[in-house]
């Protein structure tokens, strides 16, 4: 089965930097999303990419999907502390395959 | 608030229970999941409905039991679980199959 790795698997940075993470995959996906799950709550779609090569931005938050369809990124610029939470990156193959979930990248800020 | 809204956010059941977990959209959602999320893995999805009608089932145990009976409201219904079920139990909703889901806050279930 298609499988997603998503690195890394945990970060601490200091407030006021920028992160970066990806995920890469086994197989080519057509759309990549991109979530954000805070302690107790379920996961809020950050950003969703449907184009090889897409670079799309909310706020600070920069994604972009691979030209190879293979992989992801997402960049975070100038960390805040409430950006703390798991970061979940998801591919979708198209029609009614299921979306698949990498394992998460757990961000820590330090004030 | 994403709009999807789960009942109740913990439960604590013994092996012999049977219990429900509730999960309603007033998104305008045709599209209705329900997620696995265990410690250290990745969300599993458990069962899709569309349109009210099951299409996806990833070989889940009959110990859960899902319910659809109208598009703005699904149902897993549990019983004889194992402590192993014990996780967060997801439930999403979508305008397209399987993209762009809101979820809600989750279930947190241990199985005693």
Same mark, same amino acid.
Request: proline content about 5%.
């Given at each position: 089965?298609?499988?997603?790795?998503?690195?890394?698997?945990?970060?601490?940075?200091?407030?006021?930097?920028?992160?970066?993470? =990806?995920?890469?995959?086994?197989?080519?996906? =057509?759309?990549? #999303?991109?979530?954000?799950?805070?302690?107790?709550?379920?996961?809020? #779609?950050?950003?969703?990419?449907?184009?090889?090569?897409? #670079?799309?931005? =909310?706020?600070?938050?920069?994604?972009?999907?691979? !030209?190879?369809?293979?992989?992801?990124?997402?960049? !975070?610029?100038?960390?805040?502390?409430?950006?703390?939470?798991?970061?979940?990156?998801?591919?979708?193959?198209?029609?009614?395959?299921?979306?698949?979930?990498?394992?998460?990248?757990?961000?820590?800020?330090?004030? | 608030?994403?709009?999807?809204?789960?009942?109740?956010? $913990?439960?604590?059941?013994?092996?012999?229970?049977?219990?429900?977990?509730?999960?309603?959209?007033?998104?305008? $959602? %045709? @599209?209705?999941?329900?997620?696995?999320?265990?410690?250290?893995?990745? /969300?599993?999805?458990?069962?899709?409905?569309?349109?009210?009608?099951?299409?996806? %089932? %990833?070989?889940?145990?009959?110990?859960?039991?899902?319910?659809?009976?109208?598009? +703005? $409201?699904?149902?897993?219904?549990? $019983?004889?679980?194992?402590?192993?079920?014990?996780?967060?139990?997801?439930? @999403? +909703?979508?305008?397209?199959?399987?993209?762009? @889901?809101?979820?809600?806050?989750?279930?947190? /279930?241990?199985?005693?």
């Amino acid at each position: 089965g298609q499988q997603l790795n998503q690195s890394p698997q945990s970060m601490f940075i200091q407030e006021g930097e920028d992160v970066s993470m =990806n995920c890469t995959s086994s197989s080519i996906f =057509n759309t990549w #999303l991109w979530y954000k799950q805070d302690p107790g709550e379920g996961p809020v #779609l950050l950003i969703a990419l449907y184009k090889a090569g897409e #670079l799309t931005s =909310n706020g600070r938050l920069t994604a972009q999907f691979g !030209i190879t369809r293979k992989d992801s990124f997402l960049n !975070i610029s100038a960390s805040i502390p409430s950006d703390v939470g798991i970061y979940f990156c998801a591919g979708h193959s198209g029609g009614y395959q299921k979306v698949t979930f990498g394992t998460g990248t757990k961000l820590q800020v330090i004030p | 608030e994403t709009g999807v809204t789960q009942t109740p956010r $913990h439960l604590v059941m013994g092996m012999t229970n049977k219990k429900s977990l509730k999960c309603e959209q007033h998104l305008g $959602h %045709n @599209a209705m999941y329900w997620y696995k999320q265990s410690a250290k893995k990745p /969300l599993e999805l458990m069962f899709v409905y569309s349109l009210e009608e099951r299409v996806e %089932n %990833n070989s889940v145990p009959s110990r859960f039991s899902p319910e659809c009976p109208n598009s +703005s $409201h699904l149902f897993l219904h549990l $019983h004889t679980l194992q402590p192993e079920d014990s996780a967060l139990y997801l439930c @999403a +909703s979508s305008l397209r199959p399987q993209l762009d @889901a809101f979820f809600g806050q989750g279930t947190r /279930l241990t199985v005693v």
